[in-house]
């Protein structure tokens, strides 16, 4: 079945570096979809990616969709304690959504 | 975007014994999915709830163990039967389409049941 991989699994910064996960798709998806969940919370919607090559900002974070629609990369920019949890990446066909192992970032002030 | 509900917010429950998870959407929406979260770990997709028929389980996932109800657009239950301890995880409703947020698939989630068996 379709296998979604993230990596790194963990990143620990220092506030203000930049910090990049990569998510990795074993088959080509039809979108991407970026969440982040805090702490103790439940994932919560970021951004949607639909097109191959495709590339969004909001903000400090920039996220980027694979020609190949295969993998997709979110880079965040001068880190902040706020941008502290899991971010994953999901994808799939239109009626479910498989998602990525997740990445941990941890911000030091 | 969609308010999602879900009750009990956790529980401690006994080995053979069986819990039901309610989800309730503020509004209709076009398909609902239970996800299963173990403690730092990613979500598993359970399976996808349907309105008026049978869910669709993911591979690994069986209608005797995990019974779920559909019954309108707006609310769904998942039944986790015959508990062990493996099955101590946190329980996500989710939901996606019309009367949710933005594209046909992006899901709003529910706060999440956590289950500790013992």
């Known amino acids: 079945g379709q296998q979604v991989m993230q990596i790194p699994q963990y990143q620990h910064v220092q506030e203000g570096e930049d910090f990049t996960t990569y998510c990795n798709s074993s088959t080509t998806l039809s979108n991407i979809q970026w969440y982040k969940q805090r702490p103790g919370g439940h994932p919560v919607f970021l951004i949607q990616?639909?097109?191959?090559?495709e590339v969004k900002k909001q903000k400090r974070l920039t996220f980027q969709f694979g020609e190949a629609k295969k993998n997709s990369s979110l880079h965040i920019t001068a880190t902040q304690t706020t941008d502290v949890g899991t971010y994953f990446c999901g994808g799939g066909a239109t009626n479910k959504l498989i998602f990525g192992t997740g990445t941990l970032l941890a911000v030091q002030p | 975007s969609a308010v999602i509900s879900q009750k009990p917010s956790r529980d401690i429950c006994q080995r053979g014994t069986s819990l039901t998870i309610q989800c309730q959407v503020d509004s209709q929406v076009t398909m609902m999915f239970w996800y299963r979260q173990q403690p730092g770990q990613s979500l598993t997709l359970i399976a996808t709830?349907?309105?008026?028929?049978?869910?669709?389980?993911e591979s690994g996932f069986v209608i005797d163990k995990f019974p779920i109800s559909r019954p309108n657009l707006t609310f769904s239950t998942l039944t986790v039967s015959n508990m062990s301890p493996e099955d101590s995880s946190i329980y996500l409703c989710?939901?996606?389409?019309?009367?949710?947020?933005?594209?046909?698939?992006?899901?709003?989630f529910g706060a999440g049941s956590r289950l500790t068996v013992l």
């Open positions: 990616l639909v097109k191959s090559g």
């Open positions: 709830a349907n309105q008026g028929s049978e869910a669709t389980y």
């Open positions: 989710s939901a996606a389409g019309q009367g949710a947020i933005r594209g046909a698939n992006v899901l709003t």
